[in-house]
């Protein structure tokens, strides 16, 4: 049989699943390491893009410095904060939250700066604030681009969030790493495997919102 066949095997193997070790058990730590990655990151990193886009004002350095961020080998800031901290899951959180981190903050400005500028020169002429423009107007109206910079997040961090695996004992990350160390390769591709399908849900999921997001234009009666 093939490996790729010995992997969809093993996948399918009731022995895999239940107990500490289980797929069922490796996928939920994975979507949870992955939501508060991207969550903290979220409460970090979009109010100071809707700000950014919104006020037009300090773009140039922040953007300069979540691209520097972005530049960051996160391989190599998770063996830091490991150092720093120590074994467990703080490190590769900490390290994940940087990665998804320019993906919010370019998603919150843009968000903001693609909203209709007539739309909005239009709400304050009629008197609205400055938060009541951002918050019925402009973050409506660039919904569909702040989830965007959610969904490209979203997915940088679930395929990375294998390297939770390299000081934690956390997420699907571990069949990677136990796979290759025991040379079991259908194990390892297994992992693999169950990494990309949780992408590609997760993938699906974000573009529904997206669409869903889209302002809706009734016609104007004849």
Known sequence: MSLFGDALSWIADGAHWGGSGGIDRRLLEHLLVTF?????AAVLALPLGVLIGHTGRGRILV????????????????TL??????IGIEAPLLALVALAFPSLLAGGYAGVEAADRAAVDAARSIGMSEWQLVTRVEIPLGAEVILGGIRAATL????TATL??????TGLGRYLFSGLKSRQYDEMLAGA?????LALVLDLAM???QRASRPTTGKVPS
């Open 36 to 40: 508060a990655a991207v969550g903290i």
């Open 207 to 209: 573009a529904g919102l």
């Open 164 to 169: 939770a695996a390299y000081i934690s004992d």
């Open 156 to 159: 940088q961090v679930v395929a």
């Open 193 to 197: 495997l169950l990494v990309a399908a």
């Open 81 to 86: 904060f490991g150092l720093a901290i120590g």
């Open 63 to 78: 953007v300069a410095l979540a691209g520097a961020v972005r530049a960051l080998p996160t391989l190599g800031l998770l």
